[in-house]
């Protein structure tokens, strides 16, 4: 029972079948085929990080969480979208649209932060395909995608532990599981509105 479990872990199990879900969708779409299939995931990256970006300047959230206003990613993404010349106006709708999400309360957020957390790990593998197929990098095109100078592992497993330490009553932990549901399900309806499908567009 997730009761059991240490937040941590009960964000991971809770999340676990849409995680694999996401995943596979966001491969099949060769998100990094060339530039317009890789601006379309940037766009996902976008409403993503927009959407989350109020959580990092959140002052309950950075009282039960020290680092947090230095983890945001969404200078690195905006800044990704304007080497690959990203429109404009598409960088303004995709704004827009994240603005719409409303995270209830802190609790929710902590279940959001895990899920963007999370991704950093998974960053290191697509950085290898960005590497080879598109030729951009941590300094150019891809840097929202960049390690944590204390090393992807090391900085997963600290934001890990602060979650583990916290004292939650069981409503807010139901609240934090709620948040990363939330927050996986808003970026697989981004990836399926913003990313190109082959199988469609021909």
């Not at 891809?142 to 944590?148: L, P, R, V, W």
Request: with cysteine; charged share 20%; hydrophobic share 40%.
């Amino acid at each position: 029972m997730t009761d059991q479990l240490t937040l941590s872990n009960a964000l991971r199990s809770e999340t676990h079948d849409l995680h694999e879900v996401l995943d596979k969708r966001v491969m099949q779409l060769n998100p990094f085929a060339d530039s317009k299939h890789y601006q379309g995931f940037l766009r996902m990256q976008l409403r993503l990080h927009t959407a989350a970006e109020p959580l990092y300047h959140n002052t309950k959230l950075l009282n039960l969480l020290p680092d947090l206003s230095g983890r945001s990613r969404l200078n690195a993404v905006l800044s990704d979208c304007e080497d690959v010349e990203l429109n404009n106006t598409l960088i303004a709708e995709d704004q827009r649209i994240a603005s719409y999400i409303k995270i209830a309360d802190e609790y929710e957020g902590l279940g959001w932060l895990y899920a963007l957390e999370g991704s950093t790990l998974g960053a290191a593998m697509l950085l290898k395909h960005v590497k080879n197929q598109l030729n951009l990098s941590e300094t150019f095109g891809a840097s929202h995608m960049a390690a944590h100078s204390d090393g992807r592992a090391t900085h997963w497993k600290q934001f890990k532990a602060m979650l583990d330490q916290l004292e939650l009553t069981q409503a807010q932990r139901e609240k934090a599981l709620a948040g990363a549901t939330q927050a996986f399900i808003f970026v697989t309806d981004a990836v399926n509105d913003v990313m190109i499908d082959d199988a469609v567009a021909s």
